[in-house]
């Protein structure tokens, strides 16, 4: 081979490899910009602090009562350790944070620390379409 073909096969080379890197360097940048730096991700249920139900018996005020208190609360009172995740949402028009239990259990708090609603969901379901031939 000439030696000339050797060195624009390694030029080809390492512009490719820049290419590839600055590439995957956007699609990073990307990825942290869409997805917030404050997203609320709920704590492990083995490592939540304990938590009496309810503000009152915590000393708590409505602004002080998190989604990690809501966590805790969801967890001390089924006496699960299966929390899946805890977000917020909305039950009749009213913010909550919403627990849901790997398990399938639901229960609804309130932003004061009351608990509104426990319900169990069904399984997943899986469709799978039959073909038609």
């Known amino acids: 081979m000439r030696k000339s073909t050797l060195i624009l096969s390694a030029i080809l080379t390492a512009a490719l490899l820049f290419a590839l890197y600055t590439l995957l360097s956007a699609y990073r940048k990307a990825i942290q910009a869409a997805v917030p730096s404050t997203a609320t991700v709920a ?4 490592n939540l602090p304990e938590q009496s139900a309810g503000i009152a018996a915590n000393n ?3 602004e002080e009562f998190t989604i990690y208190d809501a966590a805790a609360l969801a967890v001390k009172v089924l006496g699960r350790s299966d929390l899946y995740t ?3 949402t ?3 028009g009213a913010d909550v944070y919403l627990a849901t239990f790997a398990s399938g259990d639901l ?3 309130s932003r004061d620390g009351q608990v509104l609603s426990t319900s169990k969901t069904g399984g997943l379901s899986i469709y799978q379409p039959t073909s038609h031939r």
Not at 43 to 46: H, I, K, S, T, V
């Open 43 to 46: 704590a492990p249920a083995e």
């Open 60 to 62: 708590l005020t409505a």
């Open 86 to 88: 805890t977000e917020n």
């Open 90 to 92: 909305q039950l009749n």
């Open 107 to 109: 229960m609804y708090i």
